[in-house]
């Protein structure tokens, strides 16, 4: 789905506030304001990857935080054996991912429906035991992450330069977003949420597009999990539940499914909404739980349909 002219001003608006951030944090004193941003901006990066499947391929996911898990497990292992070299974690992160995502897919995606959601489940909820079984590794209390990542020309263990390369990864993940829809293989994605039948007929591999767009957003959730274990230094058997995985669903639909920048929109008003109503009240889910439900009953696509809406009025 291509954005109006307002939703690309306001990604573009948002993306240029974003960037100056830390200038302004370090100015004003609040360094707090970096290490929330870039916990926004890492599951935007989740939520971006969610949206390749769940908005243009129309799969529900409940197990898309088990490659988010994947990903820092692959940064708090390797430091817990002293290895702290980016490159390594990167290279653990991509390979764990893509091998779980190309298995999981490929036996997930034999599947529709209810089943496929419930099968994404499992497979989550298998790797959970499995991390909590580790007590090695800290079992179901977690892991601490002594050592941050470092790529020689950059060091994730400064708050800057971790919430830059969040902020990088989104922005080039939006680019390449916004190709892909116009590209064959985002046409045929889409084409296969709308009626795969007729796709197949067509003479389209559907099972192979939807397993690399499969095995792409799960890398790209990896890349959000190697980020987030740098921001908390830590990792847990936590980050792959089922919860985490509904909070990812939830950010997808408030932006907007099948909208190139719904998820960063969803993921940044959801965020900064709960962080809002965490200082108004105790009691803030009581608040934020209905106001997604009207969103979401009264918005096709979410709050990215909001304002095209707006816009198209006269």
């Known amino acids: 789905m291509t954005a109006s002219p307002m939703v690309n001003r306001l990604v573009i608006g ?25 916990r926004v901006l890492i599951f935007s990066l989740a939520a971006l990857s969610l949206n390749i499947i769940l908005g243009f391929g129309g799969l529900v996911s409940f197990g898309h935080a088990l490659y988010l898990g994947l990903g820092a497990y692959s940064v708090g292992l390797l430091a817990y054996y002293q290895i702290d ?15 779980v995502g190309l ?18 489940l499992a497979f989550a909820q298998m790797f959970y035991y499995l991390f909590v079984s580790l007590k090695q590794y800290g079992g179901d209390d977690g892991l601490s992450i002594s050592l941050k990542s ?3 020309f950059i060091h994730l263990g ?8 969040a902020f990088v990864l989104v922005a080039l993940v939006l680019w390449w977003k916004q190709r892909m829809i116009q590209a064959p293989f985002g046409m045929v994605l889409q084409g296969c949420r709308m009626n795969e039948a007729r796709m197949k007929s067509l003479g389209f591999p559907t099972l192979r597009y939807k397993l690399s767009a499969y095995v792409l957003a799960c890398v790209i959730a990896g890349f959000a999990g190697l980020l987030y274990a740098n921001l908390t230094g830590y990792t847990s058997p936590a ?4 919860t985490v ?3 990812l669903i939830v950010m997808v639909v408030l932006g907007g499914m099948g909208t190139v920048a719904g998820p960063l929109i969803g993921t940044f008003v959801l965020l900064v909404f709960e962080e809002l109503l965490k200082a108004w009240t105790s009691h803030w889910p009581i608040i934020l739980g209905p106001l997604i439900v009207l969103v979401v009953m009264t918005a096709r696509r979410g709050l990215v ?10």
């Not at 400064?158 to 390369?165: C, H, K, Q, V």
């Not at 349909?305 to 006269?314: C, D, Q």
């Open 150 to 152: 470092d790529f020689g």
């Open 103 to 120: 298995v999981t897919g490929w036996v997930s995606l034999r599947t529709t429906g209810i089943s496929f959601i419930m099968i994404t």
């Open 305 to 314: 349909g909001y304002m095209m809406r707006v816009k198209s009025l006269p």
């Open 14 to 38: 948002l993306l240029a506030l974003l960037a100056f951030v830390p200038l302004y944090a370090q100015w004003a004193g609040e360094p707090f304001l970096i290490t929330f941003l870039s």
């Open 239 to 242: 980050y792959l539940t089922w």
């Open 245 to 247: 995985s509904g909070e």
């Open 85 to 99: 070299n980016g490159w390594l974690q990167l290279l653990g992160t991509v390979v764990s991912c893509a091998l």
């Open 158 to 165: 400064s708050p800057i330069t971790l919430y830059y390369a």
